[in-house]
Each structure stands twice: as C-alpha cells, then as structure tokens.
C-alpha cells in the first residue's frame, strides 16, 4: 500500500493564480482531510470529506475549495491564491472520526 | 474557545533518558486522543491513541497517560534515541468530525 500520497510535492505561485491539488489513498478509508500548517504551529483544517460526493468546511475554509468525485481522491483548489496561503499542506484519511489519520508527506506551497 | 495545548514548546533530553512531553486539553467532551511525530519536511506519523475509558496505554517503548480529572495527556518515551528527535503533537477528537491538533513540542535529543 502506498498510504496517503500529494501531488505536487512544492508549487510556487504568483498572487492571483490557480492551482488544485491532489490527495490519494488506497486504504479504502471513508474520511480524508486537507490541513495547512505554518511555522511553528500544529495543523488547522481547511476542509473535510465524509465520504464520496460530500465535503464540509473545517477551521480555515475561507479561499480554498475542495472535491471528492472519487472515494479515493480528494482535490483542494485555490481560485486565486494570495500571500497569506503559503503553507505546507497535509492531507490525511480515516475509516471514521474517532479514528487514526494517516497524513501524507506534505506539499509545500509559495505564493509570492 | 476550547482548545489542546501542551506545556512546553521545546524539550531536551540525553540519550538514554526517558523523555515525557505533556498535553493539556480543555473539552470534557473529547472521547479520543492521539499523540503524532512530525519529523523534518514530512507528514506526521501516527505513535499512539488512547480513549476516553482508558488511563493507559503502552506500545514499543511509548507510553500514553490520560488524566481525565485534570484533562491532561502525556506521552512518555523510554530510552530516548537521536531518531526520537521530532515535533511531537498531540490532538483530540471533539466529536465535530475532525481532529483538533495542539501547537506542539520539539523534542531535541542530545548523544
């Protein structure tokens, strides 16, 4: 099993631009996740997924949308990125909320 | 509004010590913990989980405490190693869907 893969692994933009990125996992887990985390900080969430075809706004959703066409997949968009979005993003998967997250390996996103 | 914390933001330990990294949290409602590493440029890694019904919990060398009356949580490592050496979080599951992550500890471990 591969676990919990990112797609890109580093992506710098300018101001305004568009991007999406994309989450897998092939642990069949019903739940995923995309976080950001900043400098000396722990992770806040951006957007949740409960299942296939659902999605809901976790801490920080302002600027950011997300899809889940596939069980497998869940995709985070940027419309248009600014400054204050650069980050590293995680994005991780649960069989249920009550349960261990398994975390990708990040990407790391610059918006200049 | 409630939230997870931990007491100190870094940790230095000697090789060989045991180390223990503590957590505070404040919803009584939280019914799940877990304690995550974080090592440099990388995603964190799950080290162990406790529920609610539980005081204890061992694994490999890791030691989870869970004090519901003070709402506190440590992580206890025995024979510390320089591959010990990480961002330690712990977060709790509230109820609301999604884990709430405190800010962190860094473990430094000195040979």
């Known amino acids: 099993n591969a676990g919990v893969t990112q797609t890109p692994k580093f992506r710098v933009l300018k101001t305004g631009q568009s991007m999406t990125l994309l989450c897998a996992q092939d642990?069949?887990?019903?739940?995923m996740y995309w976080y950001r985390q900043d400098p000396g900080m722990g992770l806040r969430l951006i957007h949740y997924?409960?299942?296939?075809?659902?999605?809901a706004k976790g801490e920080v959703p302002d600027g950011y949308n997300v899809s889940r066409l596939k069980k497998q997949n869940f995709l985070l968009g940027l419309e248009s990125a600014a400054p204050s979005q650069t980050s590293v993003y995680f994005c991780?998967?649960?069989?249920?909320?009550?349960?261990?997250?398994?975390f990708g390996p990040g990407t790391r996103l610059t918006v200049l | 509004g409630e939230s997870v914390g931990l007491h100190l933001p870094t940790l230095s330990v000697q090789e060989g010590d045991n180390s223990i990294i503590n957590c505070a949290y404040s919803?009584?409602?939280?019914?799940?913990f877990i304690w995550y590493k974080q090592e440099s440029g990388k995603g964190p890694q799950f080290i162990i989980d406790?529920?609610?019904?539980?005081d204890k919990r061992q694994g490999q060398r890791v030691t989870v405490l869970l004090n519901k009356t003070v709402k506190h949580l440590s992580l206890q490592i025995a024979a510390t190693q320089p591959g010990d050496s990480a961002v330690y979080f712990c977060?709790?599951?509230?109820?609301?869907?999604?884990?709430?992550f405190g800010s962190g500890t860094r473990l430094q471990v000195q040979p």
């Open positions: 991780a998967s649960s069989y249920s909320t009550a349960d261990t997250q398994y």
């Open positions: 997924s409960v299942g296939e075809g659902t999605t």
């Open positions: 642990m069949n887990h019903e739940y």
């Open positions: 977060a709790e599951d509230t109820g609301r869907r999604a884990l709430t």
């Open positions: 406790i529920r609610s019904n539980m």
């Open positions: 919803n009584s409602a939280s019914d799940y």
